[in-house]
């Protein structure tokens, strides 16, 4: 129901615009009534108007100040301004204030609803665009744990790419400069890892609420633990100390709330030193790996660089994998990830397969498999040997030739039927794959 507001001092003229569009105006709507800029106002506060048709010439206030008024409350209403000829110029002063239109008394009745049906196919294409938007926000908040899932696994993974790892965190927003890492470990807890998994992610939450920002990227269970990586506040890049102490306050919260959940299993986290970059974050998760095997007190927390301060060796050489539990969790961690990776580009071609007879693009195909376009896009090359465009050209090409064994159907049925819009184009891109035209390849069979 789209409802429009009529504001004009003459019944007469409200009464014509309300018979013009309840009989000339196929779509739902409720008129309503106002006889000066007052009562438009207040009409409007109360019933939220779509459209406003406002007479410029009304006792009390105008037409331009209600005008004024209106859309500081209704920001998104269309206005129409209504006048007589001589106020010409009051009509171009309300479109510069932002009204889409004016009409002319008197206003034939042709015009009148031509123009209503204008502005509510303007709101419906608005509301189909706000309708899109929030969908594609809410996929987005959907996929964002995901993609920092695939970033929390890379960083600590040996195979890992830099770059691709900047592209990664950058769609996420995200500055890979003075981190620390956070393990949290459950020895014996397979039984109990969802537990854990949730209590991490409603902490992770609550804190991002808290401090107004997410500064938080945490990997699913793996080999036992979870892995968290914390980000520095601007204003705190230079103090490491504040990012490790915010790294204990956090550890601490998550260790009461396991006590509380699961009080049989004893969870021991670690924490490891505030490093800068990718190398930087794999080596916190080294040390943090370490502190969380080293129990030094009762509460289970412990940090690397209190045990650090206690040896008078380093504890952590640069060949810190040589530790039996590190070079185990890596190991374990690259098998899964060839693993996911293998079903991804399964799930990626078995959707492709389904799909490719309609236009079908990279970004869909990725969040069909729930990655980021850009990773996506280098895992799919790097498992098939083609681009993503490749792939599909030559998927569609291998079925075109295969129809063209059937005589009845024309060429242009099978370009349709292979997913081309245009049959011009596709007998290029047939002539660009097999060295031939398509009637050429068809008079060969």
Not at 6 to 32: F, K, N, S
Not at 116 to 132: F, G, H, M
């Amino acid at each position: 129901m789209y409802r429009i507001l009529v504001a004009d001092d003459e019944a007469l003229e409200r009464e014509g615009m309300r018979w013009i569009i309840d009989q000339m105006v196929d779509q739902p709507t409720e008129v309503i009534e106002a006889g000066n800029g007052r009562d438009a106002l207040q009409q409007a506060s109360i019933h939220k108007p779509h459209i406003i048709f406002m007479d410029i010439r009304m006792p009390g206030m105008d037409g331009l100040a209600a005008l004024r008024a209106i859309r500081q409350l209704l920001p998104q209403a269309k206005f129409v301004l209504v006048t007589a000829y001589e106020y010409f110029d009051y009509a171009q002063e309300a479109v510069r204030l932002g009204a889409k239109d004016y009409i002319v008394k008197p206003a034939n009745r042709q015009e009148i609803a031509a123009l209503v049906k204008r502005l509510i196919a303007e709101i419906e294409l608005e509301q189909e665009a706000a309708r899109s938007q929030q969908a594609k926000e809410q996929r987005l908040q959907e996929l964002l744990p995901l993609v920092k899932a695939e970033l929390a696994l890379r960083l600590i993974s040996a195979a890992a790419n830099e770059q691709e790892l900047l592209a990664i965190a950058d769609s996420l927003q995200l500055e890979l400069e003075g981190l620390c890492a956070v393990v949290v470990a459950l020895p014996q807890g397979e039984q109990h890892r969802q537990l854990l998994e949730q209590q991490v992610q409603q902490l992770l939450q609550q804190q991002a609420s808290i401090h107004g920002y997410d500064r938080y990227i945490s990997s699913p269970f793996v080999h036992e633990h979870i892995v968290l990586f914390l980000t520095a506040r601007e204003a705190d890049r230079d103090k490491p100390e504040a990012l490790l102490q915010h790294a204990r306050s956090v550890s601490s919260e998550l260790l009461e709330r396991c006590k509380q959940t699961i009080p049989e299993q004893e969870v021991q986290i670690g924490i490891g030193n505030k490093h800068e970059g990718v190398a930087g974050a794999r080596r916190s998760y080294f040390e943090a790996v370490f502190a969380s095997t080293t129990a030094v007190d009762s509460s289970h927390v412990c940090l690397f660089q209190d045990i650090e301060h206690l040896s008078p060796q380093p504890l952590l050489s640069s060949k810190a994998e040589h530790y039996a539990y590190v070079q185990q969790a890596i190991k374990l961690i690259q098998q899964e990830r060839e693993q996911q990776t293998f079903s991804m580009i399964d799930a990626a071609l078995s959707y492709i397969a389904r799909n490719y007879q309609r236009e079908l693009l990279l970004e869909e195909v990725a969040e069909h498999v729930h990655l980021n376009p850009y990773y996506f896009s280098k895992v799919f090359k790097q498992q098939t040997g083609q681009t993503f465009i490749d792939y599909i050209t030559r998927i569609r090409i291998e079925k075109a030739k295969q129809w063209m064994g059937n005589k009845e159907m024309s060429l242009k049925e099978i370009c349709y039927l292979v997913g081309y819009n245009d049959p011009n184009y596709f007998s290029r891109v047939f002539k660009k794959v097999t060295g031939m035209t398509p009637s050429a390849y068809r008079s060969q069979q």
